[in-house]
């Protein structure tokens, strides 16, 4: 072998520091950006607020907005995923710090509620050693991801039989709310039942139906079930709606998840007849850099100047990734408004077949830039306020070669049931004419497909439910 020199031809892309700075402002969720706002204003001195109250910005759809100053957009729209990693949350700051009233605003677990009755009941303290291990073997339900003879070996305890912890586990039963510490769901009505009083109008029948024939309950002729049980239909049919007045997951509704609210980032409001997008300028401020405090440094020593001319470099980059950032958003919230707007008229069911590459087409950008730009985002609107994923529905191809929303399907769907006959359910056949007749022709199937993602049982349920 010998050496030798060869030139080779290539293409490669490099990021710099300043684009990777603009694609990652543009992926983030408005908590994410204000926390990396606050971030940078405590670590570049030259950085402030602006105090004059910002401008509306309203769009026309038939151009997007153009950069005020004239500076050169941020070329921020190519294929990231082979480069930057997936959006992901910053590293908590100071910023980040909730104050001390959140902190112990936290609601009651199951498990705190389930202790405050258990310290308030007499039991001997190894009986408390397996209540506390029932406690801890339930999950957010109230059912016991344990049973009584793992418990028992987990305990490990010489002097402790089984029948002692059945014993305990029928007193924890007896516990609030209604229904926990059941194996499945068969014993969770059953403990309801029970705890019922006894001049509760067919209780007994009830509980024979949960206890014996609680599968064929959705699908069994009430006739036959009657027959089975030795009751009249009238008995079963209150026997039934005894059954569903019952929680079947009694410990959801303790320590229900904290309500999380949303910052909308972008407002859409109707005036003079024409919609209009306007940005949330309280989710990402008008930033500006102190000139007085760079005149002051300016005049200092060599190592001044070069601090400040570092400094001044990244606040003029984060200002035009942040103005970036801003005017991205804003031209794929207006071209969502400009498909959408049947949806703000009249509600789901006016929603038109839209994908990310239908947007990315009109607005000049790459389709992973609007997936960026539309991840995490929220609009609001006189409907409600929704994230800007939801807005893009697929296509539903109709007999007529004509494209229909799934999401118009699916309000269609819900519409036409909750308008229904509770005596005479519509089939998928006649949910599927009626469509027709509202210029929505699609196939049988896919009416069936949509009512099982809306958990919407087939008509003979329906009748036997209602």
Same mark, same amino acid.
């Given at each position: ?100 009233? &959140? ?348 009512? &099982? ?14």
């Amino acid at each position: 072998m010998k050496q030798a020199l060869q030139l080779k031809l290539g293409q490669q892309l490099a990021l710099t520091p300043q684009l990777q700075q603009a694609i990652k402002l543009l992926q983030l969720s408005t908590v994410d950006l204000q926390q990396i706002i606050e971030e940078t204003l405590e670590s570049n001195a030259l950085l402030e607020r602006e105090n004059e109250q910002p401008e509306e910005i309203d769009l026309d759809f038939a151009e997007a907005t153009a950069s005020e100053d004239g500076t050169e957009d941020l070329a921020v729209d190519t294929v990231w995923e082979d480069v930057l990693p997936s959006s992901t949350p910053p590293t908590p700051g100071p910023a980040a710090e909730a104050d001390f009233s &959140e902190q112990d605003s936290e609601e009651e677990s199951l498990r705190d509620h389930l202790l405050w009755q258990l310290n308030l009941t007499r039991f001997s303290d190894t009986d408390r050693l397996i209540a506390m291990a029932l406690i801890d073997a339930i999950d957010s339900d109230g059912r016991l991801t344990q049973t009584a003879d793992d418990i028992h070996a987990d305990l490990g305890l010489d002097d402790v039989d089984l029948d002692e912890v059945l014993a305990v586990l029928h007193r924890l039963q007896h516990f609030e709310p209604p229904g926990i510490f059941a194996a499945d769901l068969r014993e969770c009505l059953l403990i309801q039942l029970r705890q019922l009083p006894t001049d509760t109008p067919c209780r007994d029948v009830a509980g024979a139906l949960v206890s014996r024939h609680l599968a064929q309950l959705p699908t069994a002729p009430p006739r036959q079930l009657a027959r089975k049980l030795r009751a009249s239909e009238r008995e079963l049919n209150s026997a039934i709606q005894l059954i569903r007045s019952l929680d079947p997951t009694p410990g959801a509704s303790i320590g229900s998840e904290r309500t999380e609210y949303v910052t909308p980032d972008v407002f859409v409001r109707l005036s003079n007849g024409r919609w209009q997008v306007e940005l949330n300028h309280e989710v990402a401020p008008r930033l500006r850099v102190n000139e007085n405090y760079v005149a002051l440094l300016s005049d200092g020593s060599a190592a001044d100047r070069g601090y400040v001319k570092e400094q001044l470099q990244e606040a003029r980059w984060f200002m035009k990734s942040l103005q970036s950032r801003s005017e991205t958003l804003l031209k794929v919230a207006a071209k969502i408004v400009e498909h959408q707007k049947a949806f703000l008229e009249v509600g789901e069911i006016g929603m038109k077949p839209l994908v990310l590459a239908d947007i990315a087409a009109e607005v000049d950008l790459h389709e992973s830039t609007v997936s960026r730009a539309t991840t995490r985002k929220y609009m609001h609107t006189p409907r409600g306020t929704f994230e800007l994923k939801y807005f893009f529905s697929s296509r539903v191809m109709g007999d007529e070669g004509d494209d229909i929303a799934s999401t118009a399907i699916k309000a269609a769907i819900k519409q036409l049931v909750a308008e229904e006959d509770v005596r005479k359910p519509l089939s998928d056949s006649k949910l599927c004419a009626l469509l027709k007749a509202r210029d929505m022709t699609v196939a049988r199937r896919t009416i069936a497909k949509y009512r &099982e993602q809306l958990a919407i049982p087939p008509s003979n349920e329906r009748k036997r439910l209602n």
